[in-house]
């Protein structure tokens, strides 16, 4: 809090700006409680201005002048847009974290700290301990990074001008506006993401270091022949993926954790995964309260469905953001073509399979 903190001057420099921040941030959220910034929580954006430049020590004679001097001024930053872009930016993660694409359920994150291609690690042998005979040796297996290629981060933005008259008339509804439509469209583009590795060569997946698509017959995580959703298909499914097998033979006995299903499938795979009164063992339901159920209506067939392992037990879809940053970040400067600030979304990221035998795929009937 602000009382909290010592050797902080609260009424200038970063101390300021941490309190417009709270307080902005909590016109634009109605869901965030101000804490330091609560003076300001019913502030106008001209209001800030002008907080700024007393905060400075300037001397201003009406909030328009203010509006001119602490959003001008410095091409690069100022203190209007940093205060503007980290209560934005706080926003817009809270409210994407809420409403994430169900499919990021079903991929790992992987950490990568930059743009640079990356391949997992593989194994020489399963690593499975061998006898070791009296006097006899012991094998070693090598590690290489020779494996699938990593999710690598490529960058998407998105920007939108805030005029000065905007400023001084405080529509905030503007800001509260472009904040929403940043959150829908980075749910939108990390849902385009996942679907990639997952939608490409028509459903059968990314091709892997292999040449081969991820669901393909040779690896046994595909159905022979399709087949509706139902207790019998998922049941084939389920035996698939117990006996999954690695690059080397051995087997990874995979429990099933999920069903990933298209919109039109919801309620089947809901059905089926419920809990059932039966009245003898016999009508008992063998997945109820078994697996969970992701529903991405962003799946192209609406036939086709996948039983999964959990992402965090064994490698499967993965993807991965720069340096760490889940959601999107809010940039600002001073607007130059035009009076006003200039506010960019930035993000990084990508998905890639890294892993096939923990996805199961019925193309369905």
């Given at each position: 809090?602000?009382?909290?903190?010592?050797?902080?001057?609260?009424?200038?420099?970063?101390?300021?700006?941490?309190?417009?921040?709270?307080?902005?941030?909590?016109?634009?959220?109605?869901?965030?409680?101000?804490?330091?910034?609560?003076?300001?929580?019913e502030?106008?954006?001209?209001?800030?201005?002008?907080?700024?430049?007393?905060?400075?020590?300037?001397?201003?004679?009406?909030?328009?002048?203010?509006?001119?001097?602490?959003?001008?001024?410095?091409?690069?930053?100022?203190?209007?847009?940093?205060?503007?872009?980290?209560?934005?930016?706080?926003?817009?993660?809270?409210?994407?974290?809420?409403?994430?694409?169900?499919?990021?359920?079903?991929?790992?994150?992987?950490?990568?700290?930059s743009?640079?291609?990356?391949?997992?690690?593989?194994?020489?042998?399963?690593?499975?301990?061998?006898?070791?005979?009296?006097?006899?040796?012991?094998?070693?297996?090598?590690?290489?990074?020779?494996?699938?290629?990593?999710?690598?981060?490529?960058?998407?933005?998105?920007?939108?001008?805030?005029?000065?008259?905007?400023?001084?008339?405080?529509?905030?509804?503007?800001?509260?506006?472009?904040?929403?439509?940043?959150?829908?469209?980075?749910?939108?583009?990390?849902?385009?993401?996942?679907?990639?590795?997952?939608?490409?060569?028509?459903?059968?997946?990314?091709?892997?270091?292999?040449?081969?698509?991820?669901?393909?017959?040779?690896?046994?995580?595909?159905?022979?022949?399709?087949g509706?959703?139902?207790?019998?298909?998922?049941?084939?499914?389920?035996?698939?993926?117990?006996?999954?097998?690695?690059?080397?033979?051995?087997?990874?006995?995979?429990?099933?954790?999920?069903?990933?299903?298209?919109?039109?499938?919801?309620?089947t795979?809901?059905?089926?995964?419920?809990?059932?009164?039966?009245?003898?063992?016999?009508?008992?339901?063998?997945?109820?309260?078994?697996?969970?159920v992701i529903?991405?209506?962003?799946?192209?067939?609406?036939?086709?469905?996948?039983?999964?392992?959990?992402?965090?037990?064994?490698?499967?879809?993965?993807?991965?953001?720069?340096?760490?940053q889940?959601?999107?970040?809010?940039?600002?400067?001073?607007?130059?073509?035009?009076?006003?600030?200039?506010?960019?979304?930035?993000?990084?990221?990508?998905?890639?399979?890294?892993e096939?035998?923990?996805?199961?795929?019925n193309?369905?009937?």
């Amino acid at each position: 809090t602000r009382e909290g903190a010592v050797g902080v001057d609260w009424d200038r420099g970063p101390g300021l700006r941490a309190r417009l921040v709270d307080g902005l941030q909590a016109r634009l959220d109605r869901a965030h409680e101000p804490t330091m910034g609560r003076e300001f929580a019913e502030a106008s954006l001209s209001d800030v201005c002008m907080s700024i430049a007393q905060g400075r020590g300037e001397r201003v004679s009406g909030r328009r002048e203010a509006v001119r001097m602490v959003t001008g001024g410095s091409h690069t930053s100022s203190d209007f847009a940093l205060v503007t872009a980290d209560a934005m930016s706080n926003v817009v993660a809270r409210q994407f974290a809420q409403r994430s694409p169900d499919l990021a359920r079903a991929s790992r994150e992987i950490p990568r700290d930059s743009y640079h291609d990356g391949h997992s690690l593989t194994l020489s042998a399963s690593g499975m301990p061998q006898e070791v005979l009296e006097g006899g040796e012991i094998q070693f297996t090598s590690m290489a990074e020779g494996g699938e290629a990593l999710p690598a981060p490529r960058d998407f933005a998105a920007g939108f001008n805030l005029t000065n008259k905007a400023i001084v008339n405080d529509r905030v509804d503007l800001l509260q506006q472009a904040g929403e439509r940043m959150v829908r469209g980075a749910v939108e583009r990390l849902r385009r993401v996942l679907l990639e590795p997952l939608e490409a060569n028509g459903g059968a997946g990314q091709l892997m270091r292999d040449g081969v698509s991820v669901f393909d017959a040779s690896r046994g995580n595909v159905a022979g022949t399709g087949g509706a959703l139902s207790l019998e298909t998922l049941a084939a499914a389920r035996v698939a993926l117990r006996k999954s097998t690695g690059l080397n033979g051995e087997l990874y006995a995979i429990e099933p954790w999920a069903l990933v299903v298209p919109a039109e499938l919801e309620t089947t795979a809901q059905q089926l995964v419920a809990d059932l009164a039966a009245t003898k063992v016999t009508d008992a339901n063998p997945f109820s309260g078994a697996l969970e159920v992701i529903v991405e209506p962003g799946l192209s067939d609406p036939a086709a469905w996948y039983l999964i392992g959990s992402p965090a037990v064994h490698d499967g879809l993965a993807h991965a953001f720069l340096d760490g940053q889940s959601a999107p970040r809010v940039e600002s400067r001073p607007a130059w073509e035009t009076l006003g600030v200039q506010f960019r979304l930035t993000w990084a990221v990508d998905a890639k399979f890294i892993e096939p035998a923990s996805w199961f795929r019925n193309p369905g009937a």
